[in-house]
């Protein structure tokens, strides 16, 4: 059976099936553009999605990979996260080759994002699939006269069997920002990261691939273009807190990003950004 893209309604929401002929699959909503499920080869879904997530067309879908632009988190005068993840995106190339299947989606400037954000802009996200990888790449274009910046991320859902027995490795020596420690700078000392309370940290200039192990897994996680790595979890009370998570949603998740948030990315007009994640099944 040949890679094929399928358009589907997607809990009411209109979306995209990717297959590869070899066993690879993913689910991609219009919807913000936001991958909601990615299964390697042999199946076993790699990334969580809340099972009380809304999908009203209006709410942050919570899980899989929502995008954050032009801002991420709180850093700026725009909504949480931006307005990238509650828009709708338009479909520009759908593509499947011998094992793997490629979809580009595009989001543009309009009167709305004009009235949050006054500037013109392109923003393209390409999603492929191919043997035990996943890639995503986003590419902004300042389509304008002046310059612009912003702050980004793919705010990556990772599943987990149990987090607190995964082991995330690669961060050893780099600085982080403790948000819940008054964003006290800190540098990470230890050989792993495991998680063992509320974690919301934003690491620096990360220069190499990280690896998250679990007892009969392991996920190989590059960046290219984006600077830092953010590791969320919210753990008990937190998760509680969250109306659209289960209370013990912590332990099957661990949101590994890849992020420009450090320092904004200053965009002259007419010029190009692009950064990309690579998730890979081992």
Known sequence: MP??????????????RLRTAGGAAAVVSLYGAQVLSWSPPGG???????????????????????????????????????????????????????????????????????????????AELGILIEDSRLDLELEVENTGDQALAFTAALHTYLAVREVEESRLEGLHGFEY???????????????????????????HDVKRPLLLREYDRSLGINADGFPDVVVWNPWVERSAAIADLPDDAFRR??????????????????????GRQTLVAL
């Open 253 to 274: 998740m661990l949101c590994v990003e890849a992020a420009a948030a450090h320092e904004p990315v200053r965009l002259p007009a007419g010029e190009t950004w692009w």
């Open 44 to 122: 076993g879904e790699r990334l969580y999605l809340s099972p009380q997530a809304v999908f009203d067309g209006r709410t942050p879908i919570r899980g899989g990979i929502p995008v954050c632009f032009p801002q991420f988190a709180d850093l700026g005068t725009l909504p949480a996260h931006g307005f990238a993840r509650t828009a709708t995106w338009s479909v520009v190339t759908e593509r499947t080759g011998a094992d793997f299947a490629l979809l580009t989606l595009a989001l543009s400037d309009d009167a709305t994002t004009r009235a949050a954000w006054p500037h013109p802009f392109r």
């Open 3 to 16: 890679a094929t893209i399928e358009h589907i309604d997607f809990h009411g929401l209109p979306a995209l």
């Open 177 to 203: 920002r403790d948000k819940l420690d008054a964003n006290r700078i800190k540098r990470d000392s230890g050989d792993v990261l495991l998680i063992e309370a509320e974690t919301d940290r934003v690491y």
